[in-house]
């Protein structure tokens, strides 16, 4: 036997309404309502019932053309009532409408509305870092991006000039990531959280990678790791690309030590980058077989720099100029 399903009464369905969606519909009915009334008590001064639901629409928004005006004594009663009760609606609209506003306003500031959109990318983390990469990316790329910062030590956006979708929450709960619509992100970066130790900021970030792999295989995850000893953690969770702050910091104070003035030149090298693209390209068929050298040589001509060449997942750097091109490589290069 087929359960009978139950129907919500339609009076129950008109109560769960928004209730700017009632006021509305009150006036509705009640210029319509007045407009059919004074239509038929002075048919001559209001020939049509569209003449008088004009005149209700306009008495009740205190407009006042005057190009409909009852004259009889029964006829200015009707107005008194309508004045009355619809300026009252009417006014209560507008204010809920601005309230209603103002609140929408607030909550996305405040981090309270769900994302909706697709092919974004995800923050997770606010601090300096991030900040400084929102800007250099305001520079580099020129078509707009989709950008959603998920934070929960923030009460509210803390910048105003980027257009950025923020969601307040821990990262670790999949109803705060499906507020940022992670099942249909592109790609997530998810930073080391400052506020905590290195070890116990490593183990949040994995677990935030845990819960964002597991909501979306197949999004690309780049993570800040700052031990060590977290880094095959962070490949097993499922990252894509792991960025060891620690490590990079050493390297530059390494060379800063053996050359002095190395960490500013390092800097300004990067900077000077941004105008350009460090990129990593497949090899074309053309390229095959050919030296270093001989491909170092060519793509100059085309302004593309070739700084390295990755083979088998590793990463060689200025390697001996007879080093030969085989398939599958792929060239590091510098493109203006």
């Known amino acids: ?13 008109w109560i769960k309404s928004p209730i700017v969606l009632r006021i509305l519909f009150l006036i509705i009915i009640l210029n319509i309502s007045f407009g059919t009334v004074i239509h038929f008590v002075e048919p001559e001064e209001f020939p049509l019932i569209f003449d008088g639901v004009w005149w209700a629409i306009v008495t009740t928004a205190t407009l006042g ?6 004259v009889s004594i029964t006829g200015r009663i009707i107005a008194i009532v309508l004045i009355l009760i619809g300026t009252g609606f009417v006014t209560t609209y507008f204010v809920m409408l601005a309230t209603n506003t103002v609140k929408i306003q607030n909550a996305i500031l405040e981090g309270k509305v769900k994302y909706q959109g697709q092919d974004h990318i995800v923050i997770i983390g606010w601090n300096e870092r991030v900040r400084e990469t929102l800007e250099q990316l305001k520079e580099i790329v020129n078509k707009p ?10 009460k509210e956006l803390p910048i105003q000039d980027t257009p950025i979708h923020f969601i307040k929450g821990n990262s670790t709960f999949d109803h705060v990531l499906l507020e940022a619509n992670i099942p249909k992100a592109k790609i997530v970066i998810i930073t080391a959280d400052q506020s905590k130790e290195e070890a116990q900021a490593d183990m949040n970030t994995i ?8 909501l979306n295989p197949n999004v690309y995850a780049i993570v ?14 499922g990252a894509d690309e792991i960025i060891q702050t620690n490590m990079l910091s050493s390297y530059v104070i390494i060379n800063s030590v053996m050359s002095n003035g190395m960490s500013n030149t390092l800097l300004k090298l990067l900077d ?41 997942g590793e990463t060689i750097v200025n390697p001996p100029l007879l080093t030969e091109i085989k398939e599958h490589d792929r060239l590091l290069i510098i493109k203006s």
Do not use: C, H, W
């Not at 053309?65 to 009852?70: E, I």
């Not at 950008?147 to 929960?152: H, M, Q, S, T």
């Open 145 to 154: 991006m989709s950008i959603v910062l998920i934070d929960e030590s923030l």
């Open 1 to 13: 036997m087929a359960k009978k399903q139950y129907r919500v009464p339609i009076y129950f369905q």
């Open 207 to 214: 677990i935030t990678l845990l819960s964002v792999k597991g």
């Open 272 to 312: 000077q980058l941004k105008g350009s693209k460090l990129t990593f390209v497949d090899v074309k068929e053309e390229y095959l077989y050919k030296t270093y050298q001989e491909l170092l040589n060519e793509l100059l001509v085309q302004n593309q720099l070739v700084i390295g060449i990755k083979r088998r």
């Open 65 to 70: 053309y005057g190009d409909f005006v009852p």
């Open 224 to 237: 800040e790791i700052l031990t060590s000893a977290q880094l095959k953690n962070a490949d097993r969770a």
